[in-house]
């Protein structure tokens, strides 16, 4: 039998402790996340994650990212400078497996991720 997982009130979810963010360009900037559901294999994975305001680099070589904004507001942009989008809540951000670019955090980030790998 399947197990059906549902979750609600995603704003609210806890999260761990907020740590530095590793790949940060800003002094300062820290991130936590609480995983919500991990496929048997691993290579699905969902969770919450919160970020400080600041800009980091991000790399999806390895796994694609679905991004749903929860609260705050970013931009996104490619490795090499083009097609930065603005996100503010309620925004689906999809970063194909094998993007690069930038993160700007503008205002205090929470977020709904799906990372898959193929």
Excluded at 61 to 82: L, M, W
Aim: proline share 5%; hydrophobic share 40%; net charge negative.
């Amino acid at each position: 039998m399947t197990s059906l997982e549902a979750f609600a009130a995603l704003g609210d979810v806890k999260l761990g402790p907020f740590k530095p963010k590793p790949t940060t360009l800003t002094d300062g900037q820290e991130e936590a996340s609480a995983m919500l559901w991990s496929s048997p294999d691993g290579a699905t994975r969902i969770g919450v994650w919160e970020c400080t305001p600041g800009r980091f680099t991000a790399d999806r070589t390895s796994a694609g990212e679905y991004c749903h904004i929860i609260s705050g507001s970013a931009s996104v942009k490619n490795a090499d400078g083009s097609g930065e989008r603005r996100l503010a809540a309620g925004a689906l951000l999809v970063l194909p497996q094998g993007w690069a670019g930038e993160w700007e955090i503008h205002e205090h980030v929470r977020k709904l991720f799906i990372i898959e790998a193929r």
